[in-house]
């Protein structure tokens, strides 16, 4: 991905990267791609929502995310 920085960037419209905060099961491998993709210079949006890897964090992500797909 490093050597695909620009490429990567300039071909996503949006790069959208979400989890349900602290308790979320996979919330230290995130962080940790967060920082590698920080590193390389991957440009991202991140967002988290209180709850863990659970359905109200899934609506509300999609909820989030659906409003971008249309502007």
Not at 13 to 19: A, P, S
Not at 45 to 70: D, I
């Amino acid at each position: 991905m490093k050597e695909s920085a620009d490429k990567i960037n300039g071909n996503l419209k949006q790069f959208w990267i979400t989890m349900g905060g602290k308790e979320d099961i996979a919330y230290n491998n995130c962080q940790n791609m967060l920082a590698r993709f920080n590193e390389m210079q991957i440009k991202y949006t991140y967002s988290e929502y209180p709850g863990g890897h659970t359905w109200p964090v899934w609506r509300n992500n999609l909820y989030k995310f659906a409003q971008l797909l249309f502007k």
